[in-house]
């Protein structure tokens, strides 16, 4: 029985096949990049409702952290200051400024300010600021320079191996607890020491031992 | 369970056993014991067959994808003005108090945020000494009820006027001097509620103000008032106590609404040294249904309701107590028991005590009274009442005259503060009908229930963590309700709408309660006594109770018992008890209280028809059979189901369920005994007639859920492994390694490499059999705290209950006439846990502190896990449990422990939120040592008998491991070599040896 086809349509037949299996194979590894924390998560910028500048405030102004996200060396959650921190000073500087409108007004209604929130975990994971802050990991670690952005975007991919990758090795990231708020940080040069030789001081005087294990983060 | 299959009587042999299908060994039971879930338990959907579910499932993913471009924005809304001291996210305890069948227990609530998550008992109060019983945990989902009452009713039916037009409405009623106007509601306890009260009765001086109770102490008062010639409460102390005999009294379980008795009872219950084996106690019960005072009991006797007279009769004439009346001869063991009782009563003197439940009649509360002061018992005080005052009426009685005044038209304006006459109320007083012919009806509560239909007029009340009030406790304490947040539907309390009714200056429910005690205290310490007595929970300086002396006339109450007319015992007897579910009814639509497993029973979801093996089989009846109770006029139609234990010739029901009128989780779960409930014998009534209708019914029973193969590979062995162990104490001094040898545990090898726990925190619990009463306390804190999901009655007939602890009750001994015992089996956390070796996915694994870590974000729910558990103790998400949760309703969740989705294993992780918490704390606190006793896990706080104890068992010198190290340790099923960190603490029984 003669042939339907020509032999050469075997050909197509393989460039067929290979254009699928490298179609699929393109697919998996887009789909892999293009999810990854790192790519998806890092450098999500939000438009906030009111222009704040935390590299005029935290960086030119030299306002400490802790000023406005005063809960997080006691507890596990950071808050985002009340509208009244924002009245303590601009009742008086800038107390027109037609881009503080939202600010005025919900002092004065009392509804809150719908600022976005940028840095994400999921439900099941449980961070707690308060026992990183009171260990010496500074904010830097995870948030990056916020004192020289203007609008915050998202820095670290704050997936589970950049916390595991930390809580493994956290000698790199563990500085003197009074120092956690001063994001420029360096060791000093003349002590002749590096900053993991500083953290594995710290950590073998405090005792740390950050878990690895899954009930660490996950309840 | 087929009527043959009874007949076999004990064909497995077992020694404890869960159900009568265990013991005749029926195909159905088989299925429990080896599978993991019964056939076709995973099946995905009902009436969705798979190529649909398919389908929408693939239309799912295409929306999913298309979502998932854009990420979601989340908003975070600080205040606006900073609340002094609140640190958003953290937990922040408030106290209160929580009234419930005229008693109050002092609790602590858990906020986060303001919204109220958590219930606990004050330990500062006396009354709960920080135990919640599972009813008073669970009632904080009735706060976020989505079926409460949030909008008024006219005539029953649904109208837009609210608060401002209802007060017209009141304005337009011409109330005189009162003589047309009543008022019914539950117990007052609250003195703010009664100062205002009195106001109104000042204001009105023809008014009538009626309290009524499902369940009251009406009985107590009555036989007080037949022994000593006055009304007196009676106060047990069951911790003063070393042999107790109950007369059909439940003080454990339903009889009463606040964990005290357990807490006192427990306190001679649990052993620590050798010295506590001479201290332990005794309990003798004599019932008609089984409840968990007759599980927990030393010797249980079994009688008909109205047979428990003639026994404390005999009891009392026995004891020398009473001339002239006399004994009846009973059967054999009526006989032996009787006098093992007598003889043990009489050695323990002062330290005897009598106990009459609350649905005896007066003589035989008189008669424990009268037992109680010849044995020259300490264990009991009488208090003095405070007087009532005139113009209120209370009980039966109370409802009795209130309803013939209905009837013929002597009220014109009936105020309902709170409870469901129209439900509750027996059935011949047909309180509905009643209700039709008063002109101005007014219901305020807090569900749209039969009540609010028929009334005129339904005014949204406020939930008690909602609104200001306060409550007197029996032994004199007052405490102070503080609301947890603002009224969600701007309901009103009673003293409010009291309030508004009179016009009282105060009409907030703040002032009425705070100008009512400020202005009792000197004005200069006001505020400051205000705030302390509201941070506390408990008002400084209000005297306590004190015990009244009373004596009794024995030649008068012989007397007068021997005048009172027999009662007949013939034909079925039908007796009526609280629901452990659902109370009065009140609890119906709360889906908590209707998926815990009655503690008896294990029925889920409904009630039942109770009867002896004998009765039943004597009418060839079997579980399910839906029968007509009848008794002249009244009658209704219930399922049946068999108990152990109960007395022959003796139903029981309890009542509390068949709500018609109620939320979408409590209509038509169970059966309306109301119905047949008649107002001159509510408690029980004989010459009942059993009919079987041909009906069939299926129970949502969990006895025979979890049940764990006490054979092991011997089959031939008769538990050769036994998982609840029990010990008398003789035979315990005997031989206090008793306990150890009823299994034998060969040499133990592990293939997996030797892990060491000898570093750090190294958690552990040990639960004291002795101690637990099986109450279901523990079972409702563990859902509240770790949010977990109710399945619904079609899931659990399935198997598929979510509750990390599961209590199991076993039977030991004959059918008809078995002891009971319980045991809570959560997560053991297994060193060599099976279930951590055969997870794919390496979800869940060790912790070094010993913790069998779950990780529910990585489960992808091959169920292996479970397979693999010997103690079957992980419960699987069949569906997502919480996909139709209106979101009101997960307001009540922890913050602190994820919400599992469908798919998700899940299982008891000893609170590791809990546990981490502290660890932060104590690291945050200089990096200081966790101190014993300062993690409780959920179970453990509120346990009232404090069976359950947790902490690090590294730690010599904590009182885990000092209880690991008494000789009735046991780990259930050490011949696996799993070796679980939970161990049981063996139940000593405190046996007589003459009834032994």
Same mark, same amino acid.
């Not at chain 2, 563990?782 to 039977?811: F, L, S």
């Given at each position: ?43 999500? =910028?939000?438009? =906030? ?10 960086? =030119? ?159 | ?44 959907? @009902? ?148 100062? %205002? ?78 010295? @506590? ?8 019960? /004599? ?10 009991? @030393? ?37 032996? *028991? ?11 003197? #002062? ?28 264990? %009991? ?93 029996? @032994? ?39 100008? *009512? ?56 007897? %039908? ?32 009630? #039942? ?74 408690? *029980? ?44 104490? +003789? ?59 109710? /399945? ?67 489960? /992808? ?9 010997? *103690?079957? %103790? ?31 294993? +899940? ?37 009232? #008998? ?51």
């Amino acid at each position: 029985m003669a042939a339907i086809f020509p032999k050469s349509s075997d050909l197509i037949l393989k460039i067929l096949g290979a254009m699928v299996g490298l179609g699929a194979l393109a697919g998996v590894a887009g789909y892999a990049y293009y999810t990854y924390p790192t790519v998806i998560d890092t450098g999500y =910028q939000p438009v =906030q409702p009111v222009p704040y500048s935390h590299k005029l405030h935290a960086g =030119q102004l030299g306002l400490d952290c802790f000023y406005c996200h005063s809960t997080v060396y006691k507890a596990a959650y950071a808050a985002v200051p009340a509208t009244e921190t924002c009245m303590n000073c601009h009742t008086k500087v800038k107390p027109e400024s037609p881009r503080l409108a939202l600010v005025r007004q919900s002092f004065a209604t009392g509804q809150p300010i719908p600022w976005v929130k940028i840095h994400f975990l999921p439900d099941f994971v449980y961070f707690n600021h308060q026992a990183h802050v009171t260990a010496g990991v500074s904010c830097v670690s995870c948030h990056g320079r916020i004192d020289q952005m203007i609008e915050v975007h998202q820095e670290k991919p704050l997936n589970m191996a950049f916390c595991l990758a930390c809580h493994r090795d956290p000698a790199p990231n563990v500085r003197p607890a009074e120092l956690v708020t001063k994001l420029d940080w360096q060791p000093d040069p003349a002590m002749g020491k590096d900053a993991r030789e500083i953290g594995q001081e710290i950590i073998a005087q405090k005792h740390l031992n950050p878990p690895t294990n899954c009930s660490g983060c996950h309840r | 369970m087929s009527l043959i299959s009874i007949k076999t009587g004990n064909a497995t042999g077992a020694k404890y056993w869960r159900s009568l299908d265990q013991l005749a060994g029926t195909a159905e039971f088989r299925q429990w014991l080896e599978r993991e879930f019964p056939a076709g338990a995973s099946e995905m959907l @009902d009436g969705q067959s798979r190529r649909n579910v398919l389908k929408v499932m693939a239309a799912s993913f295409g929306l999913a994808g298309l979502a998932a471009c854009r990420r979601p924005v989340e908003h975070i809304l600080p205040y606006a003005k900073a609340v002094e001291d609140l640190i958003p996210g953290q937990a922040y305890y408030y106290s209160s108090v929580m009234t419930l069948g005229g008693q109050a227990t002092g609790l602590l609530i858990e906020t986060h945020d303001g919204r109220p998550t958590k219930i606990e008992g004050n330990p500062d109060h006396p009354v709960s000494l920080g135990a919640a019983t599972a009813m008073q945990q669970a009632s904080i989902l009735g706060l976020y009820d989505p079926d409460r009452s949030a909008r008024f009713l006219e005539n029953g039916a649904e109208t837009k006027k609210s608060w401002p037009e209802f007060q017209a409405y009141l304005k337009g009623i011409s109330l005189g001097d009162g003589s047309g106007l009543r008022f019914l509601s539950d117990a007052v306890i609250s003195p703010s509620l009664a100062a %205002v009260r009195a106001d109104a009765l000042k204001k009105y001086p023809k008014a009538k103000w009626v309290e009524f109770e499902t369940f009251s102490r009406e009985n107590e008062r009555a036989g007080a008032v037949l022994a000593f010639g006055d009304a007196f409460e009676v106060h047990p102390q069951f911790d003063k106590a070393k042999v107790i005999v109950a007369l059909d009294s439940d003080f454990l379980g339903l009889d009463s609404a606040s964990p005290l008795p357990t807490k006192q009872f427990s306190k001679r219950r649990r052993v620590g040294s050798e010295e @506590d084996l001479d201290r332990i106690n005794r309990l003798y019960a /004599v019932e008609s249904q089984f409840s968990i005072t007759g599980a927990n009991a @030393d010797h249980r006797l079994r009688m008909k309701a109205a047979e428990v007279k003639q026994l404390a009769i005999d009891l009392a004439a026995s004891l020398g107590a009473l001339q002239g009346l006399n004994i009846v001869g009973g059967g054999d063991k009526r006989a032996k *028991f009787l006098a093992a009782m007598v003889k043990d009563l009489k050695s323990a003197g #002062a330290e005897a005590l009598v106990v009459a439940g609350p649905r005896q009649p007066a003589s035989v509360h008189a008669l424990a009274a009268l037992i109680n002061q010849s044995l020259g018992s300490a264990a %009991v005080s009488y208090v003095k009442p405070e007087k009532a005052e005139p113009g209120i009426d209370s009980g039966l009685a109370g409802l009795k005259t209130l309803t013939a005044d209905m009837n013929s038209g002597q009220v014109s304006t009936l105020v309902i503060l709170g409870g469901n006459p129209v439900y509750t109320a027996p059935a011949d007083l047909q309180f509905a009908a009643a209700l039709a012919k008063v002109a101005n009806s007014i219901h305020l509560g807090l569900e749209e229930d039969e009540t609010a239909a028929s009334a005129k007029w339904h005014v949204p009340g406020a939930h008690y963590l909602e609104t200001w009030s306060d409550a007197r406790s029996t @032994d004199g304490t007052v405490a102070i309700q503080q609301p947890m947040i603002d009224t969600m539907y701007g309901g009103k309390s009673p003293a409010q709408m009291v309030a508004m009714i009179t016009g009282a200056k105060d009409q907030k429910a703040y002032d009425i309660v705070k100008n *009512f005690w400020t202005s009792q205290w000197p004005a200069k310490d006001r505020e400051k006594i205000w705030r302390k007595s509201v941070h506390d929970g408990i008002i400084a300086g209000v005297k306590p109770v004190e015990a009244a002396k009373a004596s009794v006339d024995a030649k008068k109450l012989a007397a007068a018992i021997a005048a009172e007319p027999k009662a007949s015992t013939d034909g079925v007897e %039908v007796s009526f008890v609280a629901s452990s579910a659902t109370w009065d009814g009140r609890f119906a639509n709360n889906a908590w209280m209707q998926e815990a497993p009655d503690p008896m029973t294990k029925l889920t979801w409904g009630n #039942a028809a109770l009867m002896s093996p004998a009765t039943a089989r004597a009418q060839s009846l079997t579980d399910g059979d839906i029968v007509t109770l009848s008794r002249g006029s009244y009658k209704m139609e219930a399922a049946v189901l068999i108990q152990p234990g109960q007395a022959d010739q003796a139903v029981t029901i309890s009542l509390g369920y068949g709500r018609a009128k109620c939320g979408r989780v409590g209509r038509d779960v169970g059966f309306n005994a109301n119905l047949i409930r008649v107002s001159d014998s509510p408690w *029980f009534a004989s010459g009942f007639s059993v009919a079987p209708t041909g009906k069939k019914f299926k129970h949502a029973s969990t006895q025979e859920h979890g049940t764990i193969d006490d054979k092991g590979v011997n089959a031939e062995h008769q538990n050769s492994r036994p998982v609840y162990r029990e010990v008398s104490i +003789e035979e315990y001094k005997k031989n206090p390694k008793a306990i150890e040898e009823m299994s034998e545990i060969p040499e133990l090898q592990s293939i997996y490499p030797e892990r060491v726990y000898d570093q750090g925190y190294q958690w552990g619990m040990a639960i004291d059999l002795t101690a637990c009463t099986g109450c279901n306390a523990c079972v409702v804190a563990c859902q509240a705290e770790n949010n977990i999901p109710v /399945v619904g009655k079609e899931q659990v007939t399935r198997g598929r209950e979510m509750h990390w602890i599961r209590m199991d009750r076993y039977y030991v001994g004959p059918e008809d006439d078995p002891r009971a015992v319980e045991q809570p089996v959560p997560c053991m956390q297994c060193e060599n846990a099976p279930c951590e070796n055969v997870c794919p996915v390496a979800a869940t694994t060790h912790s070094p502190e010993g913790l069998n870590d779950m990780a529910y974000n990585r489960c /992808v729910g091959t169920r292996y896990c479970l397979n693999n558990c010997p *103690f079957k %103790v992980r419960h699987f998400n069949f569906l997502n449990f919480h996909k139709h949760e209106p979101e009101l309703e997960g307001m009540v969740y922890n913050p602190d422990v994820t919400v599992r989705m469908r798919g998700v294993m +899940e299982k008891c992780t000893y609170c590791v939120q809990r546990i981490q918490e502290t660890r932060i704390k104590a690291k945050n606190e200089g990096r200081r040592a966790i101190k014993d006793g300062e993690i409780v896990t959920a179970c453990q706080q509120t346990c009232p #008998a404090d069976a359950i104890v947790f902490g690090n068992i590294n730690d010599p010198n904590s009182r885990v491991t000092k209880l690991k190290k008494q000789e009735r340790n046991y780990a259930m099923l050490a011949e696996l070599d799993i070796r679980p960190r939970t161990t049981y603490l063996a139940k000593l029984r405190n046996e007589n040896p003459e009834l032994a």
